[in-house]
DNA sequence: GTCACTATACCGACTAGTCGGTTTTTCGGG
DNA sequence: CCCGAAAAACCGACTAGTCGGTATAGTGAC
């Protein structure tokens, strides 16, 4: 059996969770340590500042992101299926965390920014690795950033869901019949 | 000679050009005011509310939407291949102030979400009646997203520019030779 | 005693929106 | 063309409320 989150970890979810749904204007202190079951108080003394929060939230998503590389390293065959694939799965801890950090970097958060570009590069360079053609790369990682863009505006509020898994599926077969 | 644009239209601009580079939390009335060249008291004249500027914005976004679908239904032959292309042009009033009204949507406005929605669907109607391929224009509207999301990261900041118009080409051309 | 908090009070900075007053533009009569 | 009044456009100080951050006294578990 897991552990129960920690206080630490409950109060970056808060962050995260308040940041994807309802936007950087609120999450105010107040709103983070409610929703993660403690006091402003409690929030402060693990987190002297919001900066701090923020820092948290950035490490968070460096691990995450190292993870879903090594996955990407291991089966280099199924790499760029994979990275299209997962962009649907907006529930994922991966996907929530980017897009709790996308949310900051909107806001012209500059570190936010340093940090998506920095895992934008990683995530090329292995699938440059993994496939061999430049074009294609790009082909594959804007149908992500498009999956992710569409998931991340449905999952706010009420677009219509046009991009189902199984839509996603024949787009993918549709670009591995592309010969380069 | 074109007329110098009005205060109303300057303070409208003003708006999405905060949103745009400074996120929501950036644009201040006294912000928006001071960018636009008139003071504080001088945007309540015209704007009664922050939610009347951002109603004005909506309006303008309509009303691009509009042309641009005209421009696209004139032109079916060309419309899947002018959809991606200009989702670069970051420059554009559509693309700007579809950027400016997306951050409002991430903020959880829910109008702003039910607009883009909107928008959303006509965008899919005709490139379906032009493309005829349902997962074709799928497939040409997500490109189009990750274009766009890419552009707006980098316009926050330093993101490297991975998708340089060229490249764009190239992709545009390798989707052509898909057979479906 | 220390750790991990709760609960509450407070401060300074900032923000949306209001309001009384001032300037600029418009316009009809002489 | 000029005058004066009304309407439109605009200014900036003020209010009420919010948020980040600080501080502090207290509590229960170990």
Redesign the interface.
């Known amino acids: 059996m897991g552990h129960a989150p920690s206080t630490v970890q409950r109060l970056i979810d808060a962050y995260q969770d308040i940041l994807v749904?309802?936007?950087?204007?609120?999450a105010t202190l107040e709103a983070i340590a409610q929703r993660a079951g403690v006091s402003k108080g409690g929030l402060t003394y693990h987190f002297k500042s919001k900066d701090e929060l923020a820092a948290a939230l950035f490490d968070r998503l460096q691990s995450l992101v190292e993870a879903d590389l090594a996955v990407m390293r291991a089966e280099p065959a199924q790499a760029a299926d994979y990275y299209v694939k997962s962009s649907l799965d907006v529930e994922s801890p991966l996907e929530r965390c980017n897009m709790a950090v996308?949310?900051l970097?909107?806001?012209?958060h500059?570190e936010a920014?340093?940090l998506?570009?920095r895992c934008?590069?990683q995530w090329?360079d292995v699938l440059m690795d993994a496939v061999g053609n430049?074009?294609?790369v790009?082909?594959v990682?804007?149908?992500?950033?498009?999956?992710?863009?569409?998931a991340?505006?449905t999952g706010?509020?009420?677009?219509?869901s046009?991009?189902d898994p199984a839509?996603i599926d024949?787009?993918v077969g549709?670009?591995g019949?592309?010969?380069?």
């Open positions: 749904s309802d936007g950087e204007r609120s996308t949310r970097a909107q806001g012209s500059p920014n340093e998506l570009a934008r590069t090329f430049e074009d294609m790009h082909l990682m804007l149908l992500g950033d498009g999956i992710y863009f569409n991340s505006l706010t509020g009420a677009m219509p046009e991009t839509t024949r787009i549709l670009i019949t592309i010969e380069y």
